[in-house]
């Protein structure tokens, strides 16, 4: 299998956990959320990381290519759009009609 494609998935992996972690502190220190919406944001953001971690470790099983990146891609476009329900779910106590939180959605 080719190791450069393992190695960019991890890259990709790393970055969009930063983005997780930068906001997930931005949850804790925003002042219009009550100590409870920014635990419970915090939380999930928290959960939403380790499942996508997870996720992304047992794709290095994969053999096909062409197979892997596209899993990984749905994934990573799913574990962004999660980040951005979490933060609806922070403010709003609810997810928008028709939307829910799970990054293995397709």
Do not use: C
């Amino acid at each position: 299998m080719n190791k450069e494609l393992f190695l960019a998935l991890d890259v990709v992996k790393a970055v969009l956990l930063k983005r997780m972690e930068r906001e997930a502190k931005l949850i804790l220190h925003d002042e219009f959320l009550t100590d409870k919406q920014r635990m419970a944001g915090f939380t999930l953001y928290r959960e939403i990381g380790a499942d996508f971690v997870a996720f992304i470790e047992s794709l290095h099983a994969i053999k096909l290519p062409t197979f892997l990146f596209l899993v990984a891609q749905k994934a990573i476009e799913n574990f962004q759009d999660s980040l951005d329900l979490a933060w609806i779910w922070a403010y709003d106590g609810h997810l928008p009609e028709g939307k829910k939180i799970n990054w293995l959605n397709s």
